[in-house]
């Protein structure tokens, strides 16, 4: 692949000289094998550059001004596309052209490759997956759930035997209380069996008395 660099040898702006020495100067520097066009001096060489610039890429005016940039056939950009493409590091990105080894830009672009590939992302979703935990803590969960479960019937169980325990109190209670109940009623038939019987008496000794009276006046 050829990089071509379309410039005018003979312009008199210098902001377009100052630019077109700055794209020519790093690409050296980068050891990029590119290609030098003239458009100033080389109708043709005019032409083709401002038929293959994208529309949306010109100017107000429709005339691409120099550098522009190409990779073969296909359009790179312009000056303030390379200057941003420099700032960011990605000169060859925007060049078309694979990063040499051990660059900024391979580094930059093995951390993309890795997180679109998944080396990292198959990590972190790892870690978002979220883990039974009886497979995170294996036997020493089961023997928790266990002693909790064991904990429980014996929690039921004690519930159980204090409920027969106040039962069982309850019922030596009634019985005490039908106990004392029983010879208080037994005391009071025999104070009312012992009234009756003194009443009987009484009645007795009245009659007596009454019957000893009469004969008495008889006589």
């Keep these: 692949m050829v990089i071509k660099v379309f410039l005018a040898s003979s312009s008199g702006s210098t902001a377009i000289k100052k630019k077109q020495q700055d794209v020519v100067g790093f690409l050296e520097a980068l050891k990029v094998d590119y290609t030098q066009l003239d458009i100033a001096c080389n ?3 005019r032409m083709w550059m401002r038929q293959n610039v994208p529309e949306e890429k010109k100017p107000a005016n429709g005339i691409p001004l120099p ?3 190409f990779n073969e056939e296909g359009y790179c950009g312009d000056y303030d596309t390379f200057f941003d493409a420099k700032e960011d590091n990605s000169v060859y990105a925007f060049l078309g052209l694979p990063p040499p080894p051990g660059s900024k830009e391979a580094e930059q672009a093995d951390k993309a490759h890795i997180v679109e590939n998944g080396n990292h992302a198959d990590e972190n979703l790892d ?5 039974p935990e009886e497979e995170r803590n294996g036997d020493a969960h089961v023997e928790e759930e266990q002693a909790e479960e064991a904990d429980e019937e014996g929690g039921e169980g ?3 035997e204090e409920a027969e325990e106040e039962a069982a109190d ?3 209670a009634d019985e005490e209380t039908a106990g ?11 104070v009312e069996e012992t009234d009756e019987a003194q009443a009987e008496e009484e009645e007795q000794e009245e ?4 019957e000893e009276t009469q004969e008495e006046e008889a006589e």
């Design 207 to 210: 009659e007596e008395d009454l």
């Design 43 to 45: 109708e043709e060489n």
């Design 127 to 131: 870690d978002s997956i979220e883990v």
């Design 158 to 160: 004690g519930e159980e």
């Design 180 to 190: 004392d109940e029983a010879p208080a009623e037994a005391e009071e038939e025999a």
């Design 170 to 172: 309850g019922e030596a």
């Design 67 to 69: 550098p522009q940039i």
